[in-house]
């Protein structure tokens, strides 16, 4: 079911002004633009009418979800190298 929900959140707009799907957004998140400003400056996301005004919360959780998916990998790689 949760591929299902990210397949589906690929394709959905996320910034409606400029039409940037989450896939896309997602896919400079692990390019390594990391923050909002840097998004805005990979991707223009932000950029449009509205200013970000509908957009930015939806892409500050991405960012956050992602980031935090990394802190888990980093612990769990960790306490693997520490039990070898």
């Known amino acids: 079911m949760s591929s299902q929900k ?8 996320v910034c409606i002004c400029r039409s940037v799907t989450g896939g896309t957004i997602m ?9 909002f400003e840097a998004l805005r400056r990979a ?3 932000g950029t449009g009418n ?3 005004k509908r957009c930015r919360p939806k892409i500050e ?9 990394l802190d888990t990998a980093e612990k769990e790689a960790s306490s693997s190298k520490a039990n070898v």
Do not use: D, H, T
Not at 27 to 35: F, P, Q, V
């Open 50 to 52: 509205c200013k970000a």
């Open 61 to 69: 959780a991405q960012l956050q979800v992602y980031k935090q998916s």
């Open 43 to 45: 991707i223009r996301v």
């Open 27 to 35: 896919k400079a998140i692990r390019e390594g633009s990391l923050s």
């Open 6 to 13: 990210q397949m589906i959140s690929n394709f959905k707009k």
